[in-house]
């Protein structure tokens, strides 16, 4: 191409490749030496024996703070870059593939790296803030810590011994199936010798007999007992596997439940209700294998989402049988009643005054009977007194059209 | 050809958030909304509690009570000053005074009145006091016994551009089912000539009632003073009068009387007057300006004189009648009665 | 609608409004129209648009809580199971609403229906945990328990293909193929998937079920055997019905994210429509999709009482 050009016109094209080199070299040794800069510029200020300790962030053993933190402003605290997460994932790019599958610990699905560790140093491994179950306990405090008999590992605050800090493919964030976290340990040839007598001369579902952080009870037994269990086995375990029409031969009042629009009966191969039920002990009276919403989440974990990231929640949702009738409902959404009397059982006040509900008022879009939930979603919504859409107008004018 | 259908809008008066004039609970943080107890209608407040306030120009609902004293006007005439056509029951409630010869006497605003009771001037006694609305009361359906019942879809239904035919509440003057008129958007807060009310009146030539004029609405309750046998003047427009002209065009009687000079003009297009109006029998969206350009507008009225709501003065007068000519000036009569000057 | 048929249409008006001398205002408010039609199209990013509503009765009565639906290719009608009021409504291709059926108020939450040519409903009531056959001309009502390997099964959704009953049963999550005669044939078992299955279909030989806890599609030849276990390739909320589309495209309703999510033949999800809401083209608590035999997607919807009916 420059033989084709005039002598003025080649000259200036050689000047701008130059030029463009130049520029090129210069903002790379800039980016160097910003670097190198950080070293001797942000430790005057921000003293570097702050960020000592046994572990530290390579981005700050090299001194490139500018990595992290724009030295000049931003829209983050502490100068960050990016949002949190966000800033971390740019580097920990694998990690961000890893903690996208099952459900994520709650400080990760919210990018909240720094709940647990410490961006900069830490004495500790995997920079966590401090000692590992004390972060833990800062946000699960309700967790009893004080029994008779205590597991070790949740004695020494290893946690992560069976609990996956970041995510897991269920609800309790364990790193295994129950069973094959307790079989690390606790060989399964020595645990059958002795569970001796057990039906089918096997043992397995560690769980539904044994609390694994702590009991009052000899061997981390459960608080409460299954009445068979506590009697005799054969009541259950009679011949072939136990299905669900063994618990329903007791259970009759369920068995009526069941016999409806909606039920939990969740196949499991003839015995749904030990997916929530333990058969054995629970430490609740219903013999649940988790707290509520822990269990209602294993299938549930797209409502427990919706709640966390709603700005706007119904309070005190830990218990959904609260509202819901967990074994069988012909209700929408297996409320325990139609969507006027579960509310108002509660909020009194608004059932007596209310924008007209019932059979006499008709959503003019569906025919459907005007309820709370028409205009609620108690579950979590982005609009105040957990509208479905803003009470000032909007939500108003889906029917009211003319207006 | 696509053949296509466009939508139209019509704009109701009431506009704005839901929100702002309505509750569904009435209850917000643990407390009632509503002073007084939940409203129907899933309204906020009653008639009154919406429409209290005091009038700058600016607001967009009109305030007919004011909890401080308002303005009347520079020449005692309400029509500089921050109060609207109806005037304002201030002056008959109890906070400002509670002169009952000032203002109507509505439930929630002020007690019955001690002298009258439940009867009103001219008219037959009501069975409760007097209401916003209702059978009782003058705004909306006074077929229906109900307040809200009565006003029900005029506020979200209103055009308040143009005639207003008096076809339903919605369509009718200021909510006054079956009265006629064209309403100022403004209320008349600070009217001059081509700015105000038009009223719908009709030239009557005998004392018999008619339909759809303001006056005709007074007189549901105060007949006497409108209609009768007798009880207005035996032989108009040339007989003796018992009571004064309403629903009586000027245009009768104007050549070669001080009718003529109405507002101070010379009896052909003379400026309509905000201190003594007057209605006419055009229905025509062309607001009147000028008074004696055309028959029929130049009719007498109850509103010529009278305040609808309250006023300052007795007998809910415009002016100081009593005190008249007073410091206002020959205002007030002397707009009509151009030789009593 | 293609872009090139609209913006063939914006010519022909241009010409048409010049030989004609129509005012130009006329013309342009007719192109605008078609400029946002054609842009709403492409908004949508689906080839599906609402045709009709089953709602309802002649008295106004709306459905409540329906849960499924069948169709009779032979007679043209279709049947909406609406539970929670114990009835059967029938409507014709056009939507029109033509009978209610509650078997004289004898129905207690019926789930599913199959209407065979011999004037036999068979019918899934929850209420009394039984399959029912009714015989429409002798009105004779005949309560079936069905049970397997002596475990009573809890009939969900049912199906009918070449005389041959599947049922879902909610007991143990699997399939089971009953004759007429209410002999068990076949078990359709989900291996892996501890919940089971939530939903089925069988067509072409086939039969294919939704497993929601593995977010799998299960293929099984009519003899029990599974062919292939397809895994969606994009992660829904909770899937809740499928639908095999006349092409091999994969159809599922999530339920709580109230749209239908589109996968192909092999998983790989293509795009989903449909939202949230109780206005014409939205859905609420979808229970079930399916196919009627003139190729239009059928959504019943338990929230909204009603089913709505979408074609391309």
């Known amino acids: 191409m420059a033989d084709c050009m005039d002598p003025i016109s080649r000259n200036k094209h050689i000047i701008k490749i130059i030029l463009s080199i130049i520029t090129c070299v210069v903002v790379i040794l800039y980016s160097y030496n910003s670097f190198s800069y950080s070293k001797n510029i942000c430790f005057k200020c921000h003293k570097k024996s702050q960020f000592a300790g046994k572990v530290i962030h390579p981005p700050v053993a090299k001194g490139e703070c500018v990595v992290c933190h724009n030295p000049h402003c931003s829209k983050y605290k502490g100068l960050l870059r990016y949002k949190e997460a966000e800033l971390c994932y740019s580097c920990h790019k694998k990690e961000k593939q890893i903690f996208a599958n099952g459900i994520e610990h709650e400080p990760v699905r919210k990018g909240q790296c720094l709940t647990c560790h410490n961006p900069h140093s830490s004495n500790f491994s995997y920079l966590i803030n401090g000692k590992l179950s004390n972060r833990c306990f800062k946000c699960h405090k309700k967790l009893i810590r004080h029994f008779a008999y205590i597991h070790p590992p949740f004695r020494n605050g290893n946690c992560i011994a069976c609990h996956d800090p970041h995510h897991a493919n269920n609800s309790l964030l364990l790193k295994a199936t129950a069973d094959d976290i307790c079989f690390s340990c606790h060989k399964k040839i020595k645990m059958l010798k002795v569970h001796k007598g057990f039906p089918c001369n096997n043992i397995g579902d560690c769980l539904s007999c044994h609390s694994p952080h702590g009991s009052n009870n000899k061997y981390m037994m459960r608080k409460y007992l299954h009445k068979p269990y506590k009697e005799n086995c054969s009541i259950c375990h009679k011949k072939g596997k136990v299905t669900a029409e063994d618990c329903l031969r007791c259970h009759k009042d369920i068995s009526k439940k069941l016999l409806s629009i909606h039920n939990h009966l969740l196949g499991a191969h003839g015995n749904g209700c030990i997916i929530c039920h333990s058969p054995h002990a629970g430490d609740s009276k219903f013999l649940l294998r988790a707290p509520q919403v822990l269990l209602c989440r294993k299938c549930h974990e797209d409502t427990y989402e919706r709640n966390q990231d709603s700005l706007y929640v119904h309070p005190n949702i830990s218990n959904c049988a609260e509202c819901h009738q967990v074994h069988g409902s012909s209700r929408l959404a297996m409320l325990k009643e139609d969507g006027n009397k579960v509310c108002t059982r509660c909020h009194e006040t608004q059932g007596k005054f209310t924008h007209p509900i019932g059979a006499q008022a008709r959503d003019p879009r569906t025919g459907q009977e005007m309820t709370c939930v028409t205009c609620h979603h108690p579950m979590g919504t982005n609009y105040k007194y957990e509208l479905k859409l803003s009470g000032k107008e909007d939500l108003c004018i889906q029917c009211h059209r003319n207006y | ?341 | 609608m293609a872009k090139k048929t609209y913006v063939f249409s914006v010519i022909e008006i241009i010409e048409v409004g010049i030989m004609k001398n129509i005012k130009w205002k006329c013309v342009i408010v007719c192109i605008c129209y078609i400029i946002l039609r054609t842009i709403s199209c492409y908004a949508q990013n689906t080839p599906w648009h609402w045709i009709l509503t089953l709602r309802g009765d002649a008295s106004r009565k709306s459905m409540d809580m329906p849960y499924s639906l069948y169709v009779d290719k032979a007679t043209s009608r279709y049947y909406v199971v609406d539970t929670y009021n114990n009835r059967l409504l029938s409507f014709s291709k056009k939507g029109k609403f033509l009978h209610a059926f509650s078997a004289n108020q004898k129905l207690k939450l019926p789930m599913a229906m199959i209407h065979d040519s011999n004037s036999i409903l068979w019918i899934v009531e929850r209420g009394k945990n039984a399959l029912v056959k009714i015989n429409l001309k002798t009105k004779a009502i005949n309560v079936f328990h069905l049970k397997f390997h002596s475990m009573e099964l809890f009939p969900d959704r049912m199906h009918e293909y070449n005389g041959i009953i599947y049922l879902l049963d909610k007991m143990t999550g699997n399939i089971y193929a009953f004759s007429k005669e209410l002999k068990l044939l076949h078990c359709f078992k989900a291996p892996n998937s501890s919940l089971g299955f939530i939903d089925f279909k069988v067509m072409r030989g086939a039969l294919w079920a939704l497993a929601m806890e593995d977010q799998s599609i299960y293929r099984f030849n009519l003899n029990g055997d599974l062919i292939k276990v397809i895994h969606l390739s994009k992660k829904m909320e909770f899937p809740y019905s499928l639908a095999i589309g006349p092409t091999g495209m994969i159809y599922v309703a999530d339920r709580h994210k109230n749209c239908i999510f589109v996968f192909d033949g092999s998983g790989e999800y293509r795009y989903s429509f449909l939202n949230l809401g109780q206005d014409r083209g939205k859905i609420y608590y979808p229970s079930e999709i399916d196919f009627d035999p003139w190729g239009r997607l059928c959504i019943v919807e338990e929230g909204n009482g009603r089913v709505e009916i979408f074609g391309r």
């Open chain 2, 1 to 341: 050809m696509v053949v296509m259908f466009i939508a139209t809008c019509s704009y109701a008066k009431v506009t704005g958030q839901c929100s702002n004039c309505h509750t569904m609970h009435n209850s917000q943080n643990g407390l009632s909304v509503s002073k007084n107890g939940p409203n129907e209608e899933l309204l906020k407040d009653t008639c009154i509690g919406c429409h209290t306030g005091t009038n700058d120009g600016t607001n967009n609902t009109p305030y007919v009570l004011s909890i401080s004293p308002p303005n009347y006007g520079v020449n005692g005439t309400g029509t500089t000053g921050n109060t609207l056509a109806g005037g304002n029951f201030y002056w008959v409630a109890s906070s400002g005074g509670g002169n009952d010869r000032c203002g109507h006497n509505v439930q929630g605003i002020s007690p019955t009145d001690a002298t009258l009771g439940l009867t009103p001037p001219g008219g037959s006694p009501l069975s409760t006091e007097l209401t916003c609305a209702g059978t009782n009361g003058c705004h909306g359906d006074r077929s229906i016994q109900d307040q809200y019942k009565a006003i029900y879809g005029a506020h979200h239904a209103h055009v308040d551009s143009g005639w207003q035919d008096g076809s339903t509440v919605a369509k009718s003057y200021r909510f006054l089912l079956g009265i006629q008129g064209m309403e100022d958007p403004k209320w008349e807060y600070h009217p001059d000539q081509y700015h105000h009310n038009k009223y719908y009146g009709v030239d009557r030539s005998t004392e018999a009632d008619v339909s759809g004029t303001i006056s005709h609405l007074c007189a549901e309750c105060h007949g006497y003073f409108h209609h009768g046998t007798g009880q207005i003047a035996p032989d108009i427009p040339h007989g003796v009068w018992l009571r004064h002209p309403t629903d009586f065009d000027m245009n009768d009687v104007k050549n070669g009387t001080e009718y003529q000079y109405y507002n101070g003009g010379t009896g052909v297009d003379n400026p309509y007057s905000v201190i003594s109006p007057v209605a006419t029998s055009d229905t025509s969206t062309t607001l009147n300006t000028v008074v004696y350009h055309q028959s029929g507008d130049a009719i007498v009225m109850c509103l010529s004189c009278h305040r609808a709501h309250g006023s300052p003065y007795p007998a809910i007068l415009r002016w100081n009648y009593k005190a008249w000519p007073g410091p206002g000036g020959y205002n007030g009569c002397a707009v009509c009665h151009t030789a009593k000057n």
